[in-house]
């Protein structure tokens, strides 16, 4: 497969006059993210001559961290987990929008008597704090009359949650796909699903990378709007990457992909973001997460960047 080391020499490509020969990129890819699997395996950006150091990111958290780090330029995360971040000072802003997925829900083990969100109350729950699967909980108690303090919050990242539920350490977890389609596998059971409270699957870039290297930062974009139509095209290798990466066997990769990832979405992020957004912010301040409202609306209104997503350029990346 092409693009799978890091710095592999450019292929030439279109590069010859866009001043991206010789410039290094730093971005993740994830397994909750199956454009960024579609751009790596095709090696689409090392092609425009661009030096890439590829990074795997095991959460929407970790991604953040590498953000605020410098470790990468480019990073995926939920919305949520956007908004959390540009809330507590992260120089980041949404460059695209890589799906709208239903990719959280809440999962009993096998055998379990926990059939409802109201069944919770005094339980232990594993959930990875900063995360769509961590707000996803939170919605739902809340929709369901019960409130953080009536639970026990097990603060583990999402594989390890999901042992946690196989080993008994917790009785419910706030999962992820691909993790959580394999679980269903083994018999657990989602007991409370409802698409509306998954956020949207962001692009982020840091704001000194979208300053000093734009042209970079296009390339990116137009990569991702490549993946989508490559994936539309080509569902069935879609699948096998996911499941490659994944470590998963084809037919939960089919279910994440088939099932519970819409790909094929607007990339230009705005209003229909920001409108879902609006309802996770007020649980920041109320949780503490984020001191007052006044950080949020702020975020809000500085969080997108959509000038990337609206000079896509597909066409310009060649499978």
């Not at 450019?10 to 890819?29: E, H, K, R, V």
């Not at 995926?76 to 695209?96: D, E, F, K, M, Y």
């Not at 594989?159 to 992820?176: E, T, Y």
Request: hydrophobic letters at 45%; charged letters at 20%; a negative charge.
């Amino acid at each position: 497969m092409k693009g799978e080391n890091s710095g592999s020499e450019p292929s030439g490509g279109d590069s010859g006059g866009d001043g991206l020969a010789g410039q290094t990129l730093n971005i993740d890819f994830a397994t909750y993210n199956p454009l960024s699997l579609i751009i790596k395996d095709q090696g689409w950006l090392e092609d425009l001559g661009l030096q890439v150091n590829w990074v795997q990111s095991a959460g929407s958290n970790k991604a953040n961290e590498a953000l605020r780090a410098g470790a990468i330029d480019v990073g995926s995360t939920a919305g949520s987990a956007a908004l959390l971040a540009r809330s507590n000072g992260s120089p980041i802003q949404v460059i695209a929008i890589y799906s709208q997925p239903e990719w959280a829900a809440l999962v009993a083990p096998a055998g379990s008597d926990i059939t409802s969100v109201e069944q919770l109350r005094g339980k232990n729950v594993a959930a990875t704090k900063g995360t769509d699967p961590y707000f996803f909980l939170l919605q739902a108690l809340e929709a369901n009359g019960l409130t953080p303090e009536d639970i026990t919050v097990q603060n583990l990242q999402h594989a390890d949650g999901w042992a946690a539920l196989q080993n008994g350490s917790v009785d419910a977890w706030a999962g992820l796909d691909p993790i959580m389609a394999g679980a269903e596998e083994t018999g657990a059971t989602l007991f409370f699903r409802n698409v509306d409270f998954n956020t949207y699957g962001f692009l982020n870039a840091r704001e000194d990378f979208l300053e000093e290297k734009p042209e970079v930062a296009q390339a990116v974009v137009d990569a991702y709007a490549a993946a989508a139509v490559w994936a539309a095209e080509n569902p069935d290798k879609t699948v096998e990457i996911l499941a490659d990466v994944a470590g998963i066997d084809i037919p939960l990769a089919e279910k994440v992909i088939r099932e519970r990832s819409n790909l094929d979405v607007d990339q230009v992020p705005g209003d229909a973001q920001i409108a879902v957004l609006e309802r996770i912010g007020p649980i920041f301040v109320d949780l503490g997460d984020v001191p007052n409202q006044q950080q949020v609306d702020a975020a809000l209104a500085s969080l997108v960047n959509d000038s990337f997503a609206k000079q896509a350029d597909p066409a310009r990346l060649k499978s």
